[in-house]
């Protein structure tokens, strides 16, 4: 399946990075000296995207500037005056994506790429008889910066089950495939994507893929710090 739309979330105030993101929206703070929604773009555009619709918010005048002068993928902004969540920027966008499955990506998303890549390998296993969102998941063990107690459980047959414990063995990584369908009922206003998971999950339609790559979860200024150190003694893709 070839995935030529995108959403990246770029709306967030980046709140457990203050003071920087006070200054600089979250998807312009640097790591290896790019900014982290360039990292996204680029990866979109490696696996054939040719539009991407970007939500702003914080600072949204430096992050269209930005990317004023982006041409792979194409760019299209969608303003929120007020912030949506994940789920209602999302809904906002929708008519901007078309009728297939799209990616949807946070815009502060850092991962190395294992020996084929994470997108491609979440068009690969897309499953549209089964499916309505496929997450990408990783190794909360595993994950560089991650301080929670992970999101899910992943069964054999690759469905997604919520955290039952203290912890879940993994954690989303903000990288998903979503078919329209899953926001067919979807509120007004702002709400999580967490709302519309639980649907899926309810109907047996929530899958998730292991990563096989590092996953960077830059959330703190201290996670930036191990990033930029990560990016430092390693540069390559």
Do not use: C
């Amino acid at each position: 399946m070839k995935v030529t739309r995108a959403f990246v979330l770029a709306a967030g105030k980046g709140t457990r990075m203050r003071p920087l993101t006070d200054r600089v929206p979250k998807p312009l703070v640097e790591v290896a000296g790019r900014p982290m929604i360039d990292f996204v773009l680029d990866r979109l555009a490696a696996a054939g995207v040719e539009e991407a619709v970007v939500n702003t918010h914080h600072l949204a005048a430096l992050v269209e500037a930005h990317l004023a002068g982006r041409a792979r993928p194409r760019i299209r902004i969608s303003r929120e005056a007020a912030l949506l969540e994940t789920g209602g920027g999302l809904a906002r966008a929708l008519g901007h994506l078309g009728p297939a499955p799209f990616f949807t990506v946070n815009s502060d998303g850092l991962w190395r790429e294992s020996a084929t890549p994470a997108l491609s390998r979440l068009a690969a296993a897309w499953d549209d008889a089964a499916m309505d969102a496929l997450l990408l998941v990783h190794a909360r063990e595993a994950a560089v910066g991650y301080d929670g107690v992970g999101d899910f459980e992943l069964a054999r047959d690759g469905r997604l089950a919520r955290r039952r414990g203290d912890a879940a063995p993994f954690a989303f990584m903000g990288v998903q495939l979503l078919h329209p369908r899953l926001l067919r009922d979807a509120p007004d206003g702002a709400f999580s994507l967490n709302r519309l998971y639980d649907q899926a999950l309810a109907a047996g339609r929530l899958h998730g893929l292991a990563h096989a790559g590092d996953w960077f979860h830059v959330g703190t200024p201290e996670a930036l710090a191990m990033a930029e150190r990560a990016f430092a003694a390693a540069p390559g893709e």
